[in-house]
């Protein structure tokens, strides 16, 4: 894609799959070009872009795993060079691996860290320092946090960290017209959550909240659109909770 210093720009981090992608594709048609993140998922995150531009939208693929530093940084320069400049990112990227704190072996702990805290560290960073003014941040936290699911320790410790960072970058980037929040899911109907849970583990987690269903990419998406658009200005250092009224 070609440089436009005009076309108002987004990077989704993950955005291969799940909500990420839900993200990326209600983004794009909002009428933002979107940088289409992944690590190893090409084929997917391809689609994902290839959706994009079937539909009108603009949309690059770029790979990179952003627990590196310059990794990060080079997700930000393919976005600038595609869109002349970045205006949202929403990090979606994260892992979640289920064990009791006891059962967390070492290496779990690192990738979850590296992943989930670190990366978004890596993208924050770099959004601080280059975002254009009245940019938008939205990182995503998870509602687990205040559920305090056993076997979900160093996850929601990792999530609970994002959203401490989310309120500190609020404060830090006073007087350039960015806001930073979160976005907590529930339980929400993708790969990531799927995986390793039995039909009635399912059933009974979507039957948690009032509303007595699992949320989709799209619930998240729809929230995600209102706060990086024009009608969620005035929200700021907050973490939202899309969960159904779980907690």
Known sequence: ???????????????????GAAVAARLAREGFGVAVNYVGG????????????????????????VSREEEAR???????????????LVNSAGIM???????????AVTRHLDVNLKGTFNTLREAAR?????????????????????????????????ESLT?????????????VNAVAPGPTGTELFLEGKSE?????????AP????????DVANLVAFLVGPEGGWINGQVLRSNGGMV
């Open 42 to 65: 090409r084929a997917a995150a391809e689609a994902v872009a290839g959706a994009i531009a079937d539909a009108g939208g603009r949309a690059v693929c770029v790979q990179a795993d």
């Open 1 to 19: 894609m070609e440089r436009n210093a005009t076309t108002k720009s987004a990077i989704v981090t993950g955005s291969s799959r799940g909500i």
């Open 200 to 208: 009635e583990l399912v059933e009974r987690l979507a039957r948690l």
């Open 130 to 162: 280059r975002l254009r003014r009245g940019g938008r941040i939205v990182n995503l936290s998870s509602s687990v946090i205040g559920m305090r699911f056993p076997g979900y320790g160093i996850y929601a410790a990792t999530k609970a960290a994002v």
């Open 211 to 218: 509303l007595e269903r699992l949320g989709t990419p799209e």
């Open 167 to 179: 309120v500190t970058l609020a404060n830090e980037l006073r007087g350039r017209g960015i806001t």
């Open 74 to 88: 080079r997700l930000f320069d393919r976005a600038e060079e595609a869109f002349g400049g970045v205006d949202v």
């Open 97 to 107: 691996r289920l064990s009791s704190i006891a059962e967390t072996d070492d290496a």
